[in-house]
């Protein structure tokens, strides 16, 4: 197994050689301390201006890559990996922040836990890292975790090892300084990937950090958001759903309670209904699209573990079994509603309801509306994923079959059979 260490630095030129040389000298340990039997060191100019790829190229056993231009810390890294020929790559940071002997225990670590993703936690006691940066890495985390029902300490680690066969599933990522939180969210998200962390010292940098902590800090928490909604909006779109209709509810509870106590309601209320039934019909809403994009993720993912016991209820509820028990009281519950107007609106030219009675019906006209095309289309979506498992299960049958089948070559029986002395 050989591991491929990438170096990204930008203008690194008072860190890059200590940098490499504890690389260089961490190889040994590496090797004897974990399943790696052979390392590599790329270090990758992104476009430096000042003496950092002439540093790095005075160093035998090492492979330089140069920008001509800036691409990005991303970028960089990912033509690391992309030249780098490990079947374990990773990254190290060039600012003299990380331990490289470190790598032994990640890779350990991944091989052990057969992960996707190893990562060196900042986190931890002894940390040097700033406490606005800390702050930041602990919200980020928490967000995180809190989207993917999976636990992560800190979601923007510089120092991490990937195994190659799992590149693929993670591309694509960007290119900037957000390329490492987009690869924690991007994990978290896919229940194939295992993401394992480890806990490891963390030093002050060598010269100035790239990192705006306003700026940075606000594009981290976009990516993070983004490829969640990318590829597992469910949690989300569940969680605004449960938010839309829990406020909803109550802000209902005292026109519900003046209408038992008096049998109607004054025109005050007229604007409060409203929000509530604008808040009920988006959470309407963020329900049959959570329900849709659990439905399309196992289509695409049919190898996924199972689903949660929330996201299992909702898709039986979004059934034409679900549809039938959710129209049957409604029906009777809408002719209550808006019969008699629109009886007097037949006989007698007007209508002699009050407001609220049209409001309360237009909310459980639409979820029902909403419901029924989202059963329609969450059953196709099923019909495809139902009928791709089974294609799959009889292309493999039909392999099994014919390997057992396959006719054995003359050259194959010469040597089955016995020598006769």
């Known amino acids: 197994m050989k591991l491929t260490i990438v170096i990204p630095a930008l203008n690194e030129e008072d860190a890059i050689g200590s940098t490499i040389e504890r690389t260089l000298a961490a190889r040994e340990h590496i090797v004897a301390a974990s399943p790696v039997d052979a390392v590599e060191v790329i270090v990758v100019s992104d476009g430096s201006t000042d003496r950092t790829a002439e540093i790095a190229a005075s160093y035998d056993g090492v ?36 331990d490289p002997k470190f790598f032994a225990t990640l890779c350990t670590a ?147 309670e003046v209408w038992l ?47 949660s016991f929330s996201a299992e209820t909702l898709d039986r509820a979004y059934s034409f079994t679900g549809l039938v028990i959710a129209a049957v009281p409604a029906v009777p519950v809408l002719l209550a509603l808006i019969g008699p107007g629109v009886w007097t609106r037949i006989t007698d030219g007007y209508v002699a309801i009050h407001w609220s009675r049209v409001v309360l019906a237009g909310l459980i006209a639409f979820s029902i509306g909403q419901m029924f095309v989202t059963v329609l289309v969450a059953n196709l979506i099923r019909f495809h994923t139902d009928r791709r498992s089974m294609n799959a299960h009889g292309t493999e049958r039909a392999t099994a079959m014919a390997s057992a089948t396959k006719p054995v070559s003359d050259t194959q029986r010469s040597r089955a059979m016995p020598t006769v002395a």
Not at 75 to 88: P, S, V, Y
Not at 280 to 286: E, H, I, K, M, Q
Request: hydrophobic share 45%; aromatic share 6%; net charge positive.
């Open 261 to 307: 106590r008096a049998g109607r309601l004054g025109e005050d209320m007229i604007y409060r209904l409203l929000f509530c039934s604008l808040l009920g019909s988006a959470g309407v809403t963020l329900l049959s699209a959570s329900v849709l994009c659990e439905n399309l993720h196992r289509l695409w993912t049919p190898d996924v573990a199972r689903r």
């Open 63 to 98: 492979k330089l890559i140069e920008f001509e231009h800036n691409r990005g810390y991303g970028a960089a890294i990912k033509e690391g990996f992309r030249q780098g020929t490990g079947d374990l790559v990773s990254f190290l940071d060039g600012d003299g922040t990380c």
């Open 110 to 256: 991944i091989v052990k836990e057969n992960a996707a993703v190893a990562i060196g936690s900042r986190l931890g006691a002894g940390s040097e890292m700033p406490r606005v940066r800390r702050l930041g890495n602990r919200v980020y985390a928490l967000i995180l975790s809190a989207l993917s029902n999976r636990v992560v300490s800190d979601t923007a680690s510089g120092m991490r090892v990937i195994r190659r066969s799992a590149l693929e599933q993670l591309y694509p990522l960007p290119d900037g300084l957000h390329f490492t939180p987009a690869m924690s969210a991007r994990v978290l998200s896919d229940d194939r990937l295992q993401i394992v962390e480890r806990p490891m010292a963390y030093a002050e940098r060598i010269g100035e950090s790239k990192l705006h902590v306003l700026r940075d800090g606000v594009r981290f928490l976009r990516t993070i958001l983004e490829m969640t909604l990318m590829w597992r909006p469910t949690k989300l779109f569940a969680l605004s759903a449960c938010l839309c209709l829990t406020v909803m509810t109550l802000l209902a509870v005292h026109p519900v």
